[in-house]
């Protein structure tokens, strides 16, 4: 062979490695971004869970403060005792509504990072796990 075919056989193998390294890394990198989301996944269920027990746990406390309302009312309670079952009562209601509003925020984590788990699968060969 020519010494301008060696050269351009030489050249072609440079950059068919050069093409090819890249890929490679990014295949690696597609296996730790699913495992990633796979975690943040798994994180999001803890996080929905823990939500939904907070919140049976202030509806569980809010329905106690309304009964303790109504019967300082039915006993005739002093208006300071009442005033404190009515500002029991707010506050339960708040927690209750700023615990909805983490249930709310932790599903839309959860549906981003599925859009992600899809995003990352998509783009990987090979069947998915």
């Known amino acids: 062979m020519k010494l ?27 296996a730790a971004d699913v495992r990633e989301d796979r975690g943040d996944l ?44 009515r500002r029991d009562v707010r506050q339960d209601g708040r927690d209750l509504r700023e615990d909805h509003r983490d249930l709310r925020q932790d599903r839309q984590d959860r549906r981003e990072d599925r859009r992600d788990l899809r995003h990352d699968m998509a783009g990987r060969r090979g069947p998915a796990r």
């Open 42 to 85: 798994r994180q999001d269920r803890r996080d929905i869970r823990g939500d939904r027990r907070d919140i049976r746990g202030d509806r569980r406390d809010l329905r106690g403060d309304r009964q303790d309302l109504r019967r300082d009312i039915r006993s005739g309670a002093g208006p300071g005792e009442i005033a404190q079952d």
């Open 4 to 30: 301008n075919q060696w050269i351009l056989l030489g050249s072609l193998g440079v950059s068919i490695v050069a093409i090819q390294t890249p890929l490679l890394a990014q295949v690696g990198e597609g």
